[in-house]
C-alpha cells in the first residue's frame, strides 16, 4: 500500500512536467499559412509564416523564439464527409523548424540570469516551409480535400511547455498538381 502512494505521489509531483499548455489564436501570436501547394504529383508543400514578436501581457516571458515551433494533426481528408484523414504528416505534436524540448526559453533560468541576452536563443526560421510526400494514386486532379492542422509557436518552459501563439486552421481546397 505505501508504494502504491509513494507511487501516486511521485506522479502528482511530476504530472506538470508533462503538461502543455497554450494561449492566443491565429490573429495573435499563432503562424499563419501562407502557402498549401502541390509541386509535384504526390507532394504537397506547405509554408507558415510567424506573426511579428512584441511585448505584450504577462503571458510573455523575457524573450519570444521566432518562426513556428511544434506542429500537430497536419492531415488531408477528401472533403466528402469522411472523418477519417486520407494522409497524416504529423500526427502528435512534434517541434518542427530546428525547434526542441532543450533549445527553447527555459524561463525560471534564463529570464533569471543576468548575463543572459535574448539573441544567444536558438531561432528557427520566420517563414517555416515544409514538402511532404503522399501516395497519389488516392487523388484525382480536382478533387476536393481538406487540409487541416494546428501549429504552435512562442513557446517557452516554466515548469510546463507553454505556447503563447496557437492556431487551427483548415482548408477547403481542390487537389491540382502541375501537368506531366
Not at 13 to 38: H, L, P, Q, R, W
Not at 100 to 118: A, E, P, T, V
Not at 125 to 150: C, H, Q, W
Request: glycine residues 6%; charged residues 20%; aromatic residues 16%.
Amino acid at each position: 500500500m505505501k508504494l502504491i502512494v509513494f507511487i501516486i505521489v511521485l506522479f502528482l509531483m511530476f504530472f506538470k512536467t508533462f503538461a502543455f499548455v497554450t494561449y492566443g489564436d491565429c490573429d495573435n501570436d499563432g503562424s499563419i499559412v501562407s502557402e498549401i501547394i502541390f509541386p509535384a504529383a504526390g507532394v504537397v508543400q506547405l509554408q507558415l509564416v510567424q506573426p511579428d514578436k512584441r511585448d505584450g501581457p504577462n503571458l510573455y516571458p523575457c524573450c519570444l523564439q521566432q518562426g513556428v515551433m511544434i506542429l500537430e494533426n497536419y492531415m488531408i481528408y477528401k472533403d466528402d464527409g469522411s472523418k477519417d484523414p486520407l494522409f497524416t504528416f504529423v500526427g502528435d505534436r512534434t517541434w518542427v523548424n530546428g525547434y526542441d524540448g532543450s533549445n527553447i526559453l527555459q524561463k525560471d533560468d534564463d529570464c533569471d540570469r543576468s548575463s543572459f541576452k535574448c539573441d544567444q536563443l536558438y531561432e528557427g526560421d520566420y517563414e517555416y516551409t515544409r514538402f511532404d510526400n503522399f501516395d497519389a494514386s488516392k487523388l484525382t486532379p480536382g478533387d476536393a480535400i481538406i487540409v487541416s492542422m494546428t501549429t504552435y509557436s512562442h513557446c517557452y518552459y516554466a515548469s510546463e511547455t507553454i505556447c503563447v501563439g496557437s492556431c487551427k486552421p483548415l482548408f477547403h481546397m481542390h487537389y491540382w498538381p502541375p501537368p506531366n
